[in-house]
């Protein structure tokens, strides 16, 4: 069952928006520990698999887009990947402002 089936369940309780809105973090976060794993797991499997040569550091990069793409649900979080990568990059380069 997934986030919106189960909030579609709970209408019938009439709860408060503040309930619903408890409740929605509580399913968001087990959801995101879950994506997660299964996120790192698919970018391993995919990584794994490349029998090509890479030609440069943007082929890595199009394999892990293939690999993530289906959890990428809007442009929000497109954007927080790419400022994760960055951010990572930034700790390993000396650019990371503390």
Known sequence: MNKEEILEKLEKFNLSDEQLQAIDNIIAGELEIKDFREVLFNIAERVSKVEN???DISDVGNEIGIAIGKYINNEEDKKDFIR?????ISLID????L
Request: hydrophobic residues 25%; without cysteine.
């Open 53 to 55: 040569v890479v030609q």
């Open 84 to 88: 994760g990568i960055e951010h990572g």
């Open 94 to 97: 000396g650019t990371h402002d």
